[in-house]
């Protein structure tokens, strides 16, 4: 007995680091096979042919107004939805109301709605035969197949970053030192500039990141309501899948690693915000 429960001890540790180690293991070959692998596909089939094609391939008409029609959208986007968030965080946390539940549901609907569903219902809705597209056309007023349309959507499916990242923390912090403010004599904007904004910047910071890539790399929502127009209503996204259609692989994968290398910088900027905040 006293010899077999040596060796169950002695075996015990190796147990205990087998499953630890399969486990990272496991890990670290998703990783690779996930994101690694495809990361370097991308810059392998982009600059196969040389930096000269990859260059061309960029400098493109149509591929530099993606790329500029993209930058815009999100120049738009996130500075808008950075303010609602906001808005939207200061009316749940501090105030008490019939339907405050019901708001912050309100603000996470984008989740549990398909990008493309949403895409259409501005269709049926800013459409030359939906609800208000008659009255539209009377006006010369065009949303769909437009940058209004692709303003409009990319709202809609980056909405909630901002609120859900600000939020949590408002409500950990609660108001006491805001109330203290107010009472010393400041006002509503000393106590927001002064108060609360230092003490949700991170958080605030860390949602414009998810907005921005969110923003950049939104395709469902944009294909429908963009109509797909070479150079004047494709954003990267668009750019890439139409390349790749049109056969020709290089300049898809030329465009793709400008994408690649937006998602890249926010994934720094995401670490880097989550360094501070911790």
Known sequence: MTAAAA?????????????PRLLIGLAVAMTLALVVVPLVYIFWRAFGQGWAVWQANILHPNTLHAIWLTTLTALIVVPLNVGFGLAAAWLVARFRFPGRK?????VEIPFSISPIIAGIC???????????????????????????????????VTAPFVAR???????????EQEQ???TLGASGWQVFRRVTLPNIRWALLYGAVLCTARAVGEFGAVSVVSGNIRGQTNTLPLQIELLYNDYNAVGAFAAATVLTLIALLALIAKAFVEARRS
Do not use: C, K, N
Request: proline share 6%.
């Open 180 to 182: 203290a403010a107010v």
């Open 122 to 156: 501005y269709l049926l809705l800013y459409g030359r035969q939906g609800l208000l597209g008659p009255w539209l056309a009377a006006h010369d007023i065009q949303i769909l197949f437009a940058l209004p349309g692709i303003i409009m959507v990319t709202l809609f």
């Open 7 to 19: 060796a169950a001890g002695a075996l015990a540790p190796r147990r205990s680091l087998l499953v």
């Open 102 to 106: 019901f708001v912050m549901a309100l």
């Open 165 to 175: 990242e600000v939020l949590p923390l408002m409500q950990a912090q609660g108001s």
